[in-house]
């Protein structure tokens, strides 16, 4: 498989937050910070599973600070940079 | 008209059968609204009238169709009961605790007929009324009841639901899979406090509000111990913390906590939709009470088992799974539901629910300050801790049936809770 893009990884993270919110993914912005989107404890965990099931990362142990999860934009560039 | 029920909705059906038959009061819930100035009392009945009549589903009962499948029976709007509204005038400047009296009172009265699932208290008390909306948890659950407020008389809800007699070996495999983590979970008695056996029992309430400032701090502490928008892992582990010296101090001889968490399974846009009945699944969850010594330990166990359980989708399982159940009828679903942990469910009830499904700042004209839940819990084991959310401050209560805890055991509680929430580094 080609290494997916950073702005692929993005469209990817968006297309599952609209999945686990119920909601159009055009009303999803990559800049807009998770919390403010309507992701809470329960979503967040099921995007961590997601991103280690798609991109076989287990962010839950990483040690990433809240700046690095703050957006999509902000998380798509570090799974690219650690894929 | 008939609307099939859920394995989840059996569940809740098979609690309140187990609550009525421990006290005489169901399985209800009471979403509670605290209003500045007096909501007028003959307008609100007048609103109310006219609004429940749109929703015939709220006098339905359950009945048994002829594939043995569970359903609500909805009656004809001209068989509908009138909307029954209780007021209560206290003094001009009752103290909170009268009030919470009061609200404990409506809480603690049964329905007064089978087909009631839905009454209000309206207490007065100074420049401030509260609107407490008591409901039978298998008509709605706690964000069902929000969204439930927050329809105007065009709203368009979503009453259907198949009745799921199809797909029998996903539902046998998921079966399999939560029996699995059952008796994993039943290796060891769960932690538990003793019942009493009195049949008049009521439960009592005790509530901690913050405010938005308090709240931030809380969530900024969340972030800094557990992670980004882990909040719901924090809230349980200092309700376990809080309750832990309680445990220990009555000398339980148990090793594990075992602690069902519900969480909602609609998205935040269909709450409005899917307004009725139980949209909700759970975790189970297992802490050593060893575990609980050490704060850091017992939030990276949180953390891990919901993960864990979210890639192995349990939630999801236990949904399934449960519609198995509802063949059982629910005298026998209560008694099988206490095998597996040798006749404790569990060893506190704990949910945390993010901000309210009611999301305008006013009802009926009324600024709301602050809205609050106060759920009677399932006995087994008549105990809980609930968080939840209105405009951005946190709410938590206490729920604990007669005879369980003494004055000084809950007021150590409230004590531990204050003081953890009040973000006082307490760290081992």
Redesign the interface.
């Known amino acids: 498989m080609n290494k997916m893009t950073a702005a692929d990884i993005e469209k990817t993270l968006i297309q599952e937050v609209a999945t ?4 159009d993914s055009s009303a999803i912005s990559p800049n807009t910070p ?2 403010t989107l ?5 979503s ?3 995007l ?2 997601f991103i ?1 099931k798609t991109f076989n990362l287990k962010l ?1 142990e990483s040690g ?1 600070t ?1 700046e690095d ?2 957006t999509l934009h902000l998380l798509a560039s570090y799974i690219s940079r650690m894929n | 008209m008939k609307r099939y029920l859920t394995g989840i909705d059996w569940i809740i059906h098979t609690i309140n059968h187990i609550n009525k038959k421990e006290t005489g009061v169901g399985n209800m819930f009471q979403v509670v609204l605290q209003l500045e100035g007096q909501l007028d009392e003959t307008t609100l009945q007048k609103s109310l009238n006219k609004f429940i009549k749109k929703f015939p589903v709220v006098n339905g009962r359950s009945m048994r169709d002829y594939n043995l499948a569970p359903y609500w029976k909805i009656y004809p709007k001209n068989k509908m009961l009138s909307s029954s509204i209780r007021t209560y005038r206290l003094d001009n400047n009752a103290t909170f605790s009268k009030v919470l009296f009061t609200l404990e009172q409506g809480i603690n009265m049964p329905f007064s007929s089978i087909r009631e699932h839905l009454v209000f208290h309206l207490i007065y008390a100074g420049k401030t009324s509260f609107l407490a909306v008591v409901f039978d948890h298998c008509l709605f659950d706690a964000r069902g009841a929000e969204a439930f407020l927050n329809m105007d008389y065009s709203h368009r809800i979503s009453l259907t639901e198949p009745a799921h007699l199809c797909k029998w070996k996903e539902k046998f495999e998921a079966g399999k899979r939560v029996n699995r983590k059952l008796v994993q979970l039943s290796k060891n008695r769960p932690m538990s406090l003793p019942l009493n056996s009195a049949s008049d029992r009521k439960f009592n309430f005790k509530i901690i509000s913050l405010d938005k400032r308090q709240t931030s701090a809380i969530i900024e502490t969340a972030y800094n111990k557990v992670g980004y928008l882990m909040l719901m892992p924090y809230a349980l582990a200092i309700s376990i913390r809080a309750l832990h010296s309680v445990f220990l101090k009555r000398g339980t001889h148990a090793s594990d906590y075992i602690i069902p968490v519900s969480i909602d399974t609609r998205s935040a846009e269909k709450v409005h939709q899917e307004v009725f009945f139980n949209h909700m699944s759970f975790f189970l969850l297992r802490v050593k009470a060893k575990e609980a010594d050490s704060f850091s330990v017992l939030l990276q166990s949180i953390k891990q088992q919901v993960y864990d359980q979210i890639k192995v989708d349990l939630p999801g399982d236990i949904e399934k799974a449960s519609l198995l159940m509802r063949i059982a009828p629910l005298p026998v679903l209560g008694y099988l539901m206490r095998l597996p942990l040798k006749g404790q469910i569990a060893s506190f009830c704990f949910s945390y629910i993010g901000e309210a499904a009611y999301t305008s700042p006013v009802f009926m004209g009324k600024k709301i300050h602050n809205i609050f839940h106060m759920p009677r819990v399932p006995i087994p084991p008549g105990l809980g801790i609930f968080f939840n959310r209105f405009q951005g401050k946190l709410n938590v209560v206490i729920s604990y049936l007669d005879g369980i805890l003494e004055k000084e055991e809950i007021d150590s509680i409230v004590q531990e809770l204050t003081l953890t929430l009040s973000c006082e580094e307490r760290e081992k």
């Open positions: 686990i919110l119920g909601v998770l919390h309507g992701i809470d404890s329960f967040f965990v099921e961590l599973v280690e839950i990433l809240k999860f703050q």
